[in-house]
Nanobody
Framework: QVQLVESGGGLVQPGGSLRLSCVASGITFWGATMAWYRQAPGKEREFVARITTGGSIFFADSVKGRVAISRDNPKNTVYLQMNSLKPEDTAVYYC?????????WGQGTQVTVSS
């Protein structure tokens, strides 16, 4: 059974930073491409960042230069470091993995950027 558990969200002022974590189980983590998505109120879920098994990284244009994604294979964990946060970054952030053609999601972690 695939499980993804996110943590690290919270309330942060504009310009601040947060590091999100996602612990995965039920998959061969080192062999999986891991991704982060987000969904703001009233909007569709959108791609944020992705890291492949070989360490290739892709970012949405909206977060380039402000976000880093990394993985710790022995810990089955993927991280999303977010800096210079803006109010428009406010959303629920979801961890994602695709296994055998099926997308799995965590429960999400809320990030709120507000003064």
């Amino acid at each position: 059974q695939v499980q993804l558990v996110e943590s690290g969200g919270g309330l942060v002022q504009p310009g601040g930073s947060l590091r999100l974590s996602c612990v995965a189980s039920g998959i061969t983590f080192w062999g999986a491409t891991m991704a982060w998505y987000r969904q703001a109120p009233g909007k569709e879920r959108e791609f944020v960042a992705r890291i492949t098994t070989g360490g290739s990284i892709f970012f949405a244009d909206s977060v380039k230069g402000r976000v880093a994604i990394s993985r710790d294979n022995p810990k089955n964990t993927v991280y999303l470091q977010m800096n210079s946060l803006k109010p428009e970054d406010t959303a629920v952030y979801y961890c994602n993995v695709n296994k055998n053609g099926y997308n799995y999601w965590g429960q999400g972690t809320q990030v709120t950027v507000s003064s």
